[in-house]
């Protein structure tokens, strides 16, 4: 399995500001997800995060609001930018794939970011 | 869009069994049916999943029907510390996997 870890746990930000959250991983892995869950909701899926390259992003989400970046195998890092009260949200990253180390077949998720925007 | 249907919430007494449906018509032959918790908006947590075969761990049992379009997952002694959002997904472990709303359990005294 994989052991997940992100910071900040949590944070209360000011609006128009931005804030960035790292996601670390025990082992190398080829696949790295950023999700956020609204409160109340499900978890919706934000991005790909390529490692070397340009993250893929889902419908309703861009670049310029959420910044990804993944220098390496078992790091990534989300940005949300210029916030508003509307992104206060959980986010979590997870990750799937093989482990250089051995396979598996399943994802592992983080413990999530918890954001407020004031 | 999800791939998956389930109820929205199911109630269950603790000691007993609770089987928890999912609908998956539309998956793929390569794809998996995963099954994950969330309890207090902690981080999902992976419960277990399958191809084809029925499944069993320490956690809980996956039927998985022979036209694999529908599953259940099996918690054989409910606990209240059971009580979660479960969610079923179609996907595999090398792409994104797309949350559906999940099933609400709420085991009871």
């Given at each position: ?118 | ?34 099954w ?10 992976y419960i277990i ?10 956690m809980a ?49």
């Amino acid at each position: 399995s994989a052991v997940i870890s992100q910071k900040p746990s949590r944070d209360i930000c000011q609006r128009g500001t931005s804030l960035t959250i790292q996601c670390q991983v025990d082992s190398q892995v080829t696949m790295m997800f950023w999700y956020r869950q609204q409160p109340g909701q499900s978890l919706t899926l934000i991005a790909t995060a390529n490692q070397g390259s340009e993250a893929t992003y889902e419908s309703g989400f861009v670049i310029d609001k959420f910044p990804i970046s993944r220098p390496n195998l078992t790091f990534s890092t989300l940005t949300v930018s210029n916030m508003s009260p509307e992104d206060s949200s959980i986010y979590l990253c997870s990750v799937g794939g093989t482990i250089l180390a051995g396979a598996f077949n399943e994802q592992f998720f983080g413990p999530g970011t918890r954001l407020t925007v004031l | 869009d999800a791939k998956t249907t389930q109820p929205p919430s199911m109630d269950c007494a603790e000691g007993r069994a609770a089987n928890l449906p999912c609908n998956h018509s539309t998956i793929s032959g390569n794809e998996y049916v995963y099954w994950y918790r969330q309890i207090h908006s902690q981080g999902p947590q992976y419960i277990i999943h399958g191809l084809k075969n029925n499944e069993t761990n320490e956690m809980a049992s996956l039927i998985i029907t022979e036209d694999r379009k529908s599953s259940t997952l099996i918690l054989p002694h409910a606990t209240l510390r059971d009580t979660a959002v479960y969610y079923c997904i179609a996907g595999r472990n090398t792409d994104k996997l797309i949350f559906g709303t999940g099933t609400r359990l709420q085991v009871f005294p």
